[in-house]
Structure formats: structure tokens, C-alpha cells
């Protein structure tokens, strides 16, 4: 093993869509490894976003380029969406090919030629190239941020070739120098589901932000629910459905990229005199958005408990939440109620799926303004004392360190 350590880190996508990589790298290069996050540039916005991530970051980027329209790169670039394209048709008649998860064939060449003492695996196209370099001798570690052949709904899995993500899920739960999950709930699902040894848990904390200022108490209290886009199967439906009837006064406020004919649908689920209490908000870069949702008093963490990555995973919504200060209303999935059980006090769990009862826990909540500043307090001190990433970063490094000293695996 070199005096300094090499390390990639092997993923699908933007950094500033995947903080869980960012945090990662940002921790091994802090503990002077040497570290390259290797990914597809695929969206042309979030390199601008990227850019400002790597400014003075401990860590190098390099990317398969997926977003040049001209000249031979754009060909290039252009070829690989058509096979893609046409691998994910094929799914729909039984062919099962590793490009129908992207351009997998040509990142993996590019991983093959970086020599690393340890590569770490993120998403379904690099656990598949995370097998293959297995097989070349490599030292690979799997992070489970999803249990990605158990995230997609009947209808969104026509096009996926879920038999190979298994398969690598599964062999990379066996195989890996180690493997690591969000929650306690998806360590014990995954080990349960393909054997191996219980991942390491590092949840999607984040860095503990500063202390959030006191929030003005004048005016209705304000919910935020946000992600990168805003659309069906998020639980925003079902939330509206009771929110809409609750009797105190309270603003809704969702941010994040809306088509108009969504963003109108939602509207018509609320009677006309709730229409002006719902604002949407634009989508933001990630260093601002902890500022944004600081500026609000209840958070929304309204995962679905269907598939079963939903019900398992803690979402980052929830611990964005804690880190603000931000008193939280969770759906009652198993990754959720693992979080409200170790920061008691923080949040309250509703069956989403309950619309009067619901509503009802509601009103409760913006009746009482002192109930919702305790448990946004609560919820600051649970940021803390457990879910920020100076908490986790230590698991990880132990993990990596444990790995490095392990001999590399045979070569097949």
C-alpha cells in the first residue's frame, strides 16, 4: 500500500445531486487521502453547480462526458444515449443488458484504467462495474444509498434490468472490502435479503450548519417540502388531500423544478381559499438550500412506504430538517420512525394514507406555537448530538482503513 492511499469513488452523476458522494469524498480527502470522484456529465445545469462544489474541495473530479452536442465528442455522446436507448428497450423483451443502465461499458473502461488501492460504489450502473472490477483483482466497497432493485414501482421497472441489479447487489454484499447503508432498517434488509456482513451505517447526515436564528412567530407557521423536482408519487397528493382541511391557517411551500400541468393539478386539490396559501419556490443550489429551509417551521419528510427502498431509507429531507432547527412531520415509514425514536421530541409520524386523522394532527400542531418552537429545538439538539456528518465521517474512515488493509481479492 502507498504511503498515500488512492481512492475513487465511482458514480452515475452530478456531485451536487448526489451530496452522499460530495460528503464522501470531501471526508477521505480531509483525512489526506488521495481521492478522485469519477462520474457521467449527463446535466448541463448541474455542472455549474459542480464547478462551485469543487472550488477548494480535497478531492478531483473526472467525467465520462454525456452532454457535448458537437464535433466528435457530441457524436460520441450521442451514440451512447442511442444505445441506452435501445438497451432499455430491449428490457421490455427479456434482454437484460448492463447499458441499459447507462453508459456502463464506457465508464467501466475508464475505471479499469485508474489504478486505485480502494474503489467505492454509488448507484446500479457502477455496482455492475464495481463486479467487474472484483473479478480483475480490485478492492471494491459498495454504498447501499438506495436498494436500488427495490426502488422502483410495477410501472417504472418495464425498462430496468432488475435481475443484473440484484445480481450485483447481492454479490457486492458478499464480496465487498465493505458495504454501507442509510439506516439500521435497510443494514438489516440488505443482509437479510443477500447474506454478507451487516453494512456499516452512515447515514446521509449533514455537516452541522450554524446555529438557525430564532424564527419570527408572527404570521401563520410555514411548511416546506423541497427536492430537485416536483411530481407525482412524493406524497404530496395525499398531504394536500388532509392539509386541506385542517382549520388553523398555515402556508405550504414546495420547492424545486415543476412542469406547469403538475403545478396546476395541485391547485385544483385545494378548495379556492387555500389556492393563495400554497407558493411554489424555484430549485436552488445545494450551498443555499440549507439557509432556505431554516426560514420555516415545519418540515415535510413524506416518503412513501411502498417499494421498499422508501419504507427502509432515512431520507435526506428529514435530516436537512434536524440540522435547521426545523420541527418535522414524517410519514410512518421504518427508516423515519428510526429517526424520530432516537431524537424524541423532533417530529411527529402520520399514516399519510389517513386523511381526517391526519388532519387532525395538524391542526394540533398550528394550534400550539410553542409546541412547534420545542420540537424545532428538539430537533436542532438531535442534529447534534447524532444525525450531522461530524458524527459519521469517523465510521466511514474506519471503514475505508479497515478495507485498505485487507489483501486485494482474487483475481477470476
Not at 434482454?95 to 465508464?107: D, E, F, H
Not at 427495490?150 to 458495504?179: K, W
Not at 428529514?318 to 432516537?342: C, K, P
Not at 465521517?393 to 483475481?411: F, S, Y
Request: with cysteine; aromatic share 6%.
Amino acid at each position: 500500500m502507498p504511503s498515500t492511499p488512492v481512492i475513487l469513488i465511482l458514480s452515475s452523476g452530478p456531485i451536487s445531486r448526489n451530496p452522499r458522494v460530495s460528503k464522501e469524498a470531501s471526508a477521505l480527502g480531509g483525512a489526506g487521502l488521495d481521492v478522485t470522484v469519477m462520474t457521467v456529465a449527463n446535466h448541463a445545469r448541474s455542472e455549474e453547480y459542480d464547478a462551485e462544489l469543487l472550488r477548494g474541495a480535497r478531492f478531483r473530479r473526472v467525467a465520462l462526458d454525456r452532454i457535448s452536442r458537437r464535433g466528435f465528442p457530441g457524436l460520441r455522446s450521442t451514440f451512447g444515449r442511442l444505445v441506452t436507448w435501445v438497451a432499455r428497450r430491449a428490457v421490455r423483451v427479456g434482454i437484460q443488458s448492463k447499458q441499459a443502465l447507462g453508459p456502463t461499458l464506457a465508464l467501466g473502461r475508464m475505471a479499469r484504467r485508474f489504478e486505485a488501492d480502494l474503489t467505492i460504489v454509488h448507484t446500479e450502473m457502477p455496482f455492475c462495474i464495481g463486479l467487474d472490477l472484483l473479478a480483475r483483482g480490485r478492492r471494491v466497497a459498495a454504498d447501499f444509498e438506495d436498494w436500488h432493485s427495490q426502488d422502483l414501482l410495477p410501472q417504472s421497472q418495464a425498462t430496468r434490468p432488475l435481475r443484473l441489479i440484484e445480481n450485483a447487489e447481492g454479490e457486492l454484499m458478499r464480496r465487498a472490502a465493505y458495504t454501507s447503508a442509510t439506516s439500521h432498517a435497510m443494514a438489516r434488509a440488505l443482509q437479510a435479503a443477500h447474506g454478507g456482513a451487516l453494512p456499516v451505517v452512515i447515514t446521509n447526515s449533514f455537516p452541522l450548519q450554524p446555529e438557525p436564528a430564532p424564527r419570527p412567530l408572527g404570521g401563520p407557521p410555514s411548511f416546506l417540502w423541497f427536492s430537485q423536482t416536483i411530481g407525482p408519487g412524493r406524497g404530496l397528493e395525499l398531504f394536500l388531500a388532509a392539509w386541506s382541511q385542517t382549520l388553523n391557517p398555515s402556508r405550504l411551500n414546495l420547492l424545486g423544478d415543476v412542469g406547469a400541468a403538475y403545478r396546476d393539478k395541485l391547485f385544483r386539490r385545494l378548495p379556492a381559499e387555500r389556492r393563495d396559501c400554497l407558493r411554489f419556490l424555484p430549485f436552488t443550489s445545494p450551498d443555499k438550500l440549507p439557509s432556505v429551509i431554516a426560514q420555516h417551521d415545519l418540515g415535510l419528510a413524506l416518503e412513501p412506504t411502498l417499494p421498499a427502498n422508501k419504507t427502509c431509507t432515512i431520507s435526506n429531507k428529514i435530516l436537512q430538517y434536524l440540522n435547521a432547527g426545523v420541527a418535522v412531520v414524517a410519514s410512518d415509514t421504518a427508516g423515519q420512525r428510526e429517526v424520530l425514536e432516537r431524537v424524541p421530541g423532533a417530529g411527529i409520524l402520520a399514516d399519510l394514507s389517513q386523511t381526517g386523522e391526519l388532519a387532525a394532527q395538524l391542526d394540533a400542531l398550528l394550534s400550539d406555537r410553542r409546541r412547534i418552537v420545542a420540537m424545532g429545538q428538539a430537533a436542532r439538539r438531535g442534529a447534534a448530538e447524532t444525525y450531522c456528518w461530524e458524527r459519521e465521517a469517523p465510521r466511514l474512515l474506519a471503514a475505508v482503513e479497515g478495507a485498505l488493509r485487507l489483501p486485494r481479492p482474487a483475481a477470476r
